[in-house]
Nanobody
């Protein structure tokens, strides 16, 4: 089972990025989530999408600026981030869970993780 996160990079404040999370080998999971961790900070919830019915949940810091989606045929989830701020600078991780989630949630519920992709926003 592998989760491959990609799409990070250097972007100016106000810009956009689309992160991808390609899932090879894991099926039947309940949701895919994105988390981020900035230097010296705890890992925080960014967004999640349930795989069967596409329910979406967002962290307060990105709500209104981000959109999570999935392509079932490609077994890939995406995180579109717009109006990026310096504070969005972090390593972004995608993860999957077999557990039911009902909203923004702890990373503890997610059991399979990708390697992370670095997003750097210049001010």
């Amino acid at each position: 089972v592998q989760l491959q996160a990609s799409g990070g990079g250097l972007v100016q404040a106000g810009g956009s990025l689309r992160l991808s999370c390609a899932n090879s080998g894991r099926y039947g999971f309940y949701a895919t989530g994105w988390f981020r961790q900035a230097p010296g900070k705890e890992r925080e919830f960014v967004a999640a999408i349930t795989w069967r019915d596409g329910k979406r949940y967002y962290g307060e810091d990105v709500k209104g600026r981000s959109s999570i989606s999935r392509d079932a045929a490609k077994n890939t989830a995406y995180l579109q981030m717009n109006s990026l701020k310096f504070e969005d600078t972090a390593v972004y991780y995608c993860a999957t869970t077999l557990q039911r989630i009902l909203g923004p949630t702890s990373s503890d519920l997610f059991d399979t993780w990708g390697q992370g992709t670095l997003v750097t926003v210049s001010s």
